[in-house]
C-alpha cells in the first residue's frame, strides 16, 4: 500500500484521542532531568513502543559537561502559623521549585519569602522554576496568594533527595531498507506541563508506534531525553552514528490551538527545510523561522560541531504564550483535534521523505510546470481542460488516486485534500471542488 494512503486510512479523530490519553496517564508524574519521574515517564511509553532504557551514571562525562546527581522527591508543603498546609507538593508538584534540595525547619514570613517565586503579571497561576546547577530550594505559588501571607512563622519541608545516581533517557530504533536515519527527539523532564513537554512526548510515541507496523526506506531513530544535558549526553555517546542522519526534527508545544512554526536547521536549506517550507506554506498561520541558537535541543544537534539538518516543530514557541511554564499549561490547554491536525503534518512530513527521489532536470521541470498550473487552477476541473495534462483518475489499487503526464509514461500522481473528498450525486469525484491536492510520487506506472 502507498504510504499516503495508509495514512489516510488512519482515524485521525482515535489517534488524537489515544495521545491526549497517555498525556493524562503522564501528567501527574514529576519529571525533571534525573530521577524516578522519568523512569515512571519511559516506563508508561513501553507500554506502546519497544523503548531502550539507557541509564548513564551520575559524574560520567558529556563532552565538557558532566551528569549531575540524581533528585528524587517524596514530599514538600508549607504550614502556615496556624498549621494549615497552604501549599503541598501532592496535590500541584508545580510548586516545588525543581532539584529543590531537602529542608525541614521554622522561618519567618520574610525569610520565607526570600524562596518563593510568583507570577504578578498572572496572580492565578503557579510559575514552574527549576534550579538544576545550583543548590538551593524553594517554593512556587500563585501571586495572589503570596500577597495574603501573614506575618508569623511558617514550616517548610522538602523531603528529597539529589544523590549519585544517573541520568535516563529512552531511545528507540527503526530499522528500514537504508542505513539513512530520520532523527525525532523530543524532551522528558518537565513535570505537569501538557503542551510544553507531553505533547512533543504523546506525538512522538505514537508516530513511532505506526511507524513501527511499516516496511520503510529510512531507519526511524526516536530519543525522549532530558532537555539540554540529555542530547549533549546521547550525542558524546554516538558520535560514531551521527553520519547516518540525514533528516531530523526536534517535536513540543504541538498539543494547542495556535499556528504550526517550523523553525530550519542551522544548516538552512536541508531536504527537510525544503519540504517543510513547502507544508508549511499550505498551513492557515504558519510560520517558517531562520534559525537561533537560541531554542530546545535543535540547538545541541545543530552546534557547529555537529552541525546535524534538524530542525524544530512546534505551535506558537516558548515564552511566546501566557501559559508556558505555568499551571495554566494543563490538560484543558491541549485537546485531541489539535494532537490529531499535528500527528497528520507528521504523517505528510514522513510520507514526502520516503517518496522522494532524483529524477534529473527533464523531469524536474515538467513537475514545475504542472505545480504552476495547479497553483494557477481555481480547481481540478481546470486542470482536466489542459490536454497536455491529460489528467485522470485511476480505480483498482489506485482509487481515489489522479496523475497529469510529465514525460513520456513518467505520471505525477496525486489525491485530493480534503475531508471528505467531494463527490457528486452518482459517486464520482466532483473535480470542480477539488481546489487543494497532495502529490504522492512521480511514477512510471506503466514499469
Known sequence: MNLAEYFRGIDLKQEGKLMYRIAERLFPICRSITGNGVRETLSILKDFIPLNIVEVPSGSKAFDWEIPDEWNIMDAWIKNPDGEKIVDFKKLNLHVLNYSEPVDKRIDLNELKKHLFTLPEYPDWVPYRTSYYNRQWGFCLPHKQYENLKDGEYHVRIDSKINPGSLTYGEYRIQGKRKDEVLLSCHICHPSLANDNLSGIVLATNLARLLGE??????????FVPATIG?????????????NIKHGMVLSLLGDSSPFQYKCSRQGNTELDSIMKYLIGKERGAKLLDFTPYGYDERQYCSPGFNLPVG??????????????????????????NLSESIALLFKVITIIEGNKKW??????????????FEA????????????ARCHEFSNNRAGQLSVVLNGKMRLIFMPNHDPVPKLPSGGLDWSKVTEIFILEVKDYHG
Open 312 to 337: 524544530r516543530l512546534t505551535r506558537n514557541p516558548f515564552g511566546e504564550y501566557p501559559e508556558y511554564h505555568t499551571s495554566a499549561d494543563n490538560l484543558d490547554f491541549i485537546n485531541f483535534n
Open 214 to 223: 511499516l516496511e520503510l526506506n529510512f531507519s526511524y531513530r526516536f530519543l
Open 360 to 373: 534529473g532536470k527533464t523531469i524536474a521541470d515538467k513537475v514545475r510546470l504542472r505545480i504552476t498550473e
Open 377 to 388: 487552477a481555481l480547481s481540478l476541473e481546470d486542470i482536466s481542460k489542459l490536454p497536455p
Open 231 to 243: 542530547s549533549i549526553t546521547w550525542l558524546s555517546r554516538n558520535e560514531n552514528k551521527l553520519a
